[in-house]
């Protein structure tokens, strides 16, 4: 940065606290600095808003964005001439991390719009986000007595230095009962290298006129603040559930609220330049992320037909400019809504859903295809017959989705069916938050591999080089170092960093498995003291997961595995060998120090139910060997790696299909006494769930009735530590520390760069 940079930050300090450098806050400093970046970006961000081609809209109900300072400068180029003239001023800019931006999403849905908008700016696409700008993000989680507690996400208390404020470029959202202002908040997405700068648009719900002058006059202050109230309530708080759909009406405005306001937006943008609506398709296309923006497709042929156009070709001009991407099997996360409810509170989309689903009554009158059904939408379906493509997020999911979720619809449209891999964005997941890593790439293979990820290969070779094994090797340890530190410094709980880490990061859910994990720790720990693992090497296995408020038996997981934490770090027996952590309130940016220092990456979701993963390709890039099932982009990692570097085990997707069909968890219980004994710490006694009867309700989940052990948790635990004793043999040897290497060396695929330039070939033609 120039001179100009660091006096614009001096003036800024001074015009907004009143102070200079030495008396400011690390808050007002994070602010100027943010505010004097924005200032020179402000010229490339307006000359790529005008780009005359086709604009890709991201509509995504989340954008997990994570702290933008960091990842701005480094992309501008400007880190570490920013951390420089700083320091000389006495500022340290590693004071910045006590302030965290917007957790605008739950987890991997959200993360991957994050990805895939810094990806666009990186290669040159033009794709713009939009969402919600919820005032209170994805709640911070807190423990107590080993209890997952919820609090606010307060993201703006220091500001909101990245976005600017679009009062003009409001737009106006109608409900049957009420109508609120949208307005916007952009903030800038800043490719790598900085060429381009493209738009994360998030619209905020506000009240349409500022004064109800008539409602003053006579002292009706009440009425006023109510009427605030309700319109903004509308983008007051994300919905913390991750894959469980609750038919909450707030929900429905939130989504209704942010589609209409995108498209009005894209709509209002094309008819500006002077086109013709009916040629929007060449200017414009539409990515569903998952189907909580499907309104965006009624509300799009609303407009259109307000332009004078008729319904028939409204819808074919729809189709010709949205794209949808389903991120889950899971049948209670696909989303179907109550016609009723959308009658009645939005009237004319309810007309519109049933004008579509009278057009595919007279197209397939078999009744096997249909939107509506019992008086319910499914919205899947919407986005399936009223979009070009429908793609699952890894190849083994798209399968999935063909075979089974949406088998129909693949016969009667084959050809709208395809696979986009998910990816990370390498900047984040690796060139900033492994600086060591990434240094012994560059030394290795020269610079450029952060934008052109494949590059990565070069590296393949070095895998038979004990030197580089072991400066590969060194790095882990110091990464393992700094991890230590921070975990000891917010857990309190003292993480050796010679002992190997085993990492599950991800939110909470059964499907994922958090439960055989802690079963497996069980496992390692009654045969410890038992003298029956004499050569186990020291292993500290480490948590992060944030559960759904409302999802008791994920909270109950929790808690069992803090009490086993209580139990393990303080029995001398064990604790030369053994530690657990369940660190608080993951997010992205621990996962930033998490990544870099995990040995094991746990990926041991049940076949079939993880539809990618992305935490898997994030550890992979920083030379993490992946302990999993073949579920999700687990599969692809083998396939580029080779299967014999990564740790598999247990029932293939077939294989649970099978499994299935009479499947006795009981009968595995009884057959093994140790597997007994481990599960039996649920109610025997070992634990102590205060009261709550938790860990009852767990234990019951794999037992009782027609649910028992849906995520076979007790047939593939055998498989499971098999594997897990095998890495535990390996680890340390030369062979181990080259799968290490192959790993970061074979990642190249999981670049989002990769997965961008697949959507803008296959899906948007851009
Ligand atoms: C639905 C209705 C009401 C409120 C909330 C929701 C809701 C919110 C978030 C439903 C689902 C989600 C998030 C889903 C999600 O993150 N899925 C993950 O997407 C990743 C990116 O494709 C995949 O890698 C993961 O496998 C998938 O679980």
Redesign the pocket.
């Known amino acids: 940065m120039n001179n100009k940079w660091i006096k614009t930050v001096e003036s800024l300090l001074k015009a907004n606290s009143g102070v200079d450098m030495q008396h400011a806050s690390t808050s007002a400093i994070y602010h100027a600095v943010s505010r004097a970046t924005m200032a020179e970006i402000a010229d490339t961000w307006q000359k790529c808003k005008n780009a005359p081609k086709k604009r890709v809209g991201y509509l995504s109900?989340?954008f997990l964005v994570g702290r933008a300072i960091f990842a701005n400068l480094y992309n501008l180029g400007k880190l570490d001439e920013v951390r420089a003239i700083m320091t000389e001023r006495g500022v340290d800019i590693s004071s910045f991390e006590d302030i965290e931006d917007a957790a605008l999403?739950?987890?991997?849905?959200?993360?991957?719009a994050a990805c895939y908008l810094e990806s666009g700016a990186t290669v040159g696409i033009p794709l713009d986000g939009y969402g919600i700008r919820y005032r209170y993000g994805l709640f911070r989680q807190e423990f107590e007595n080993g209890f997952q507690k919820e609090c606010a996400d307060d993201w703006q208390q220091h500001g909101d230095p990245w976005s600017y404020r679009r009062d003009d470029e409001s737009v106006l959202v109608k409900f049957s009962d009420f109508t609120v202002r949208a307005v916007p908040y952009d903030m800038p997405v800043i490719g790598y290298g900085g060429k381009t700068i493209n738009t994360l648009r998030l619209w905020q719900s506000e009240q349409p006129d500022s004064f109800d002058f008539a409602a003053f006059d006579s002292m009706q202050i009440d009425k006023i603040a109510k009427d605030n109230i309700r319109c903004e309530s509308i983008s007051y708080a994300l919905?913390?559930?991750?894959?469980?759909?609750?038919g909450?009406i707030l929900?429905l405005r939130q989504e209704y609220f942010f589609a209409s306001a995108s498209v009005q937006d894209l709509i209002r943008k094309h008819k500006q330049k002077g086109l013709p609506i009916e040629k929007i398709n060449e200017y414009v296309a539409f990515q569903l992320n998952?189907t909580?923006p499907v309104f965006a497709i009624p509300e799009f042929i609303r407009l259109v037909m307000q332009e004078g156009m008729r319904f028939e070709d409204a819808f074919v001009l729809a189709r010709s400019v949205f794209n949808f991407?389903n991120?889950?099997i899971l049948g209670e996360?696909l989303?179907r809504l109550d016609m009723k409810r959308v009658r009645k509170l939005l009237p004319k989309i309810a007309k519109i859903l049933t004008m579509m689903q009278a057009r595919i009554e007279k197209e397939f009158p078999d009744g096997k295809l249909f939107l509506i059904k019992d008086d319910t939408v499914h919205m899947a379906n919407v986005a399936i017959y009223a979009g070009s493509k429908i793609n699952g997020?890894?190849a083994l999911?798209t399968e999935i989705l063909k075979k089974s979720t949406f088998h129909d619809w693949y016969e009667a449209y084959p050809e709208r069916f395809l696979n986009v891999t998910?990816g990370v964005t390498p900047r984040r997941w690796l060139a900033l938050c492994n600086p060591e890593l990434s240094a012994l790439i560059t030394e290795k293979i020269g610079d450029g591999w952060q934008a052109d990820l494949e590059r990565l290969k070069e590296l393949e070779k070095y895998a038979d080089d004990p030197e580089v094994r072991r400066a590969f090797a060194e790095i882990k340890h110091l990464k393992k170092v700094q991890l230590s530190e921070y975990v000891y410094k917010k857990e309190g709980v003292l993480l050796p960093p010679d002992f190997i880490f085993d990492v599950q990061a991800k939110?909470l859910h059964e499907y994922k498995r958090q439960l055989m994990n802690a079963f497996s720790i069980l496992y390692y720990y009654f045969r410890i003291k038992e003298g029956k693992e004499k050569d186990f090497k020291p292993t500290a296995f480490i948590f992060g997961a944030k559960a759904a408020p409302a999802y008791y038996n994920a909270k109950g997981i929790i808690k069992f595995i803090n009490a086993i934490a209580d139990k393990v770090n303080n029995d001398p027996d064990v604790n030369d060998k053994l530690r657990v952590v369940f660190v608080t309130d993951y997010n992205v940016s621990y996962a930033e120090k998490i990544m870099p220092a995990a040995d094991i990456s746990e990926q041991i979701s049940m076949a079939g139910m993880?539809?990618?993963?992305?935490g898997n390709m994030k550890f992979m890039l920083n030379g993490t060997v992946t302990l999993g099932t073949m579920d999700?982009?687990n599969v692809e990692i083998c396939e580029e790696a080779g299967r014999e570097n990564e740790y598999i085990f247990g029932a293939t997707v077939e294989e649970v299909k099978e499994i299935k069909k009479n499947y006795n968890p009981w009968a595995i219980y009884n057959s093994d006494p140790e597997l007994k004994r481990i599960v039996d710490t649920l109610d025997d006694g070992t634990f102590d769930d205060q009261g709550s009867g938790m860990f009852r309700s767990v234990k019951e989940s794999l037992f009782g009735g027609w649910s028992a052990d849906h995520y076979l948790v007790l047939q593939d635990f055998r498989d499971y530590v098999r594997a897990k004793s095998e890495l535990n043999r390996d680890y340390g040897s030369e062979e181990f520390l080259a799968k290490c290497v192959r790993n970061t060396a074979n990642g190249g695929k999981f670049s989002s760069d990769r997965s961008i330039l697949d959507y803008a070939e296959n899906v948007w033609k851009v």
Do not use: C, I
């Open positions: 109900a989340e999403g739950n987890g991997g849905l959200g993360r991957l919905y913390p559930n991750d894959s469980t759909e609750k909450r929900r998952d909580h991407t991120h889950t996360a989303e997020v890894a999911h998910n939110r993880e539809a990618s993963g992305t999700g982009a």
